[in-house]
């Protein structure tokens, strides 16, 4: 199974449109989207192409395809014109024989970790940082950073895990890190 993982989309129509673009060029099985989807947040500046309503739009057209986690941005009126799930704090799958516990950050993080044993990965966005890196009893926490609003000199970016591997990349389609977890 091939799975596409995004974050932080904050209403940007244009950041929207190219993860929904890679996620077909990727042909990846699954779009799981880390939340912070609609609205841009009072910290941040508006991003570029921010259209709320455009997103809706184009990930309601997706909405058999996607998988999504609630952001701090989310509201039950986000719920109320998305066709798809976005409410759920965390959602866990299981790949390789280890579990994923998937969130988006505001709660769960590696500060304040879940419940996870030897070798479970956490993955989160929020942070609009990436980030591969051990923690915790064997743990690995992952993030893809940002596709609309970068933070630390990261560039918009989104990520695939196949295979046993997870790579963070640009939408130039360039590896920026790589994490494999056999």
Known sequence: MKLMFASDIHGSLY???????KYREEKADKLILLGDLLYHGPRNDLPKGYEPKGVITLLNGIKNEI???RGNCEAEVDQMVLEFPVMAEYMIMYIENRMLFITHGHIFNTSNPPMLKSGDILIHGHTHVQAMEDFGN???YI???SVAIPKNG???SYMIYEN???????????????????
């Not at 950041?15 to 673009?21: A, L, R, W």
């Not at 389609?173 to 994490?179: L, V, W």
């Open 15 to 21: 950041y929207g449109e190219k993860t929904v673009e």
């Open 67 to 69: 998988l999504a986690v």
């Open 154 to 156: 990261n560039k918009p």
């Open 138 to 140: 064997n743990n690995i």
């Open 164 to 182: 046993g591997i997870f790579t963070i990349k640009d939408f130039d389609g360039n590896s920026i890190m790589e994490r494999a977890i056999l």
């Open 143 to 145: 993030n893809p950073g």
